[in-house]
């Protein structure tokens, strides 16, 4: 192998490796912040009520990821491209939203008795589980899509699509179920 491949080679490793590094801190500075800062109350109330806002962020991700999904397999790359980056942002602008109003807000109780009660907490704790489980994956997707590795982005497209997906529908119907005993 001549000097010029393998100087290709051993930065194309190194990007690699910064990205996969950076991919596993940010998968566990997320969850470990967001349970820090659930933990702080801030004395302050909110000029507008953000539940129905953020769960209407999510509504609109689910849609845009189906798009984003329909578009790649019409072969509309760059709108695929752009609706996936536009999930991102408003999975960043949820998250934000989110961790402001439970930082200004007391715990809101599910008021209902029996078998609704347990499939309520059933649909949170797996959409909790699998947003944190989600993070490095759309990480990894990301990255494979930027360094043109669309083989290997496909495979874990395949993965992080169907759970992004109800991860972003189970947030709205957390919404719907727990909204009639917000105080």
């Given at each position: 192998?001549?000097?010029?491949?393998?100087?290709?080679?051993?930065?194309?490793?190194?990007t690699q490796k910064s990205y996969s590094l950076l991919i596993k801190l940010i998968s566990v500075a997320?969850?470990?912040?967001?349970?820090?800062?659930?933990?702080?109350?801030?004395?302050?109330?909110?000029?507008?009520?953000?539940?129905p806002i953020y769960a209407t962020i999510n509504a609109g991700t689910a849609i845009?990821?189906?798009?984003?999904?329909?578009?790649?397999?019409?072969?509309?790359?760059?709108?695929?491209?752009r609706l996936?980056?536009?999930?991102?942002?408003?999975?960043?602008i949820f998250l934000v939203m989110y961790i402001a109003y439970h930082m200004t807000s007391d715990p809101t109780e599910y008021g209902r008795e029996g078998g609704?009660?347990?499939?309520?907490?059933?649909i949170l704790i797996s959409h909790i589980l699998l947003s944190i489980a989600l993070i490095p994956l759309v990480l990894i997707s990301y990255v494979r899509a930027i360094q043109k590795e669309f083989?290997?982005?496909?495979?874990?497209?395949?993965?992080?699509?169907?759970?992004w997906l109800y991860v972003t529908i189970t947030g709205v119907i957390v919404y719907l179920m727990i909204s009639p005993f917000y105080a």
């Open positions: 192998m001549d000097q010029r491949v393998q100087k290709q080679q051993n930065t194309k490793n190194n997320i969850p470990l912040v967001v349970a820090i800062l659930f933990r702080v109350r801030v004395d302050y109330e909110l000029p507008i009520f953000l539940p845009f990821l189906i798009i984003a999904l329909v578009a790649v397999k019409s072969g509309k790359i760059k709108l695929h491209e996936m980056k536009l999930c991102i942002v408003l999975s960043l609704i009660k347990v499939l309520y907490f059933f083989a290997n982005h496909k495979k874990i497209a395949k993965i992080t699509f169907p759970i």
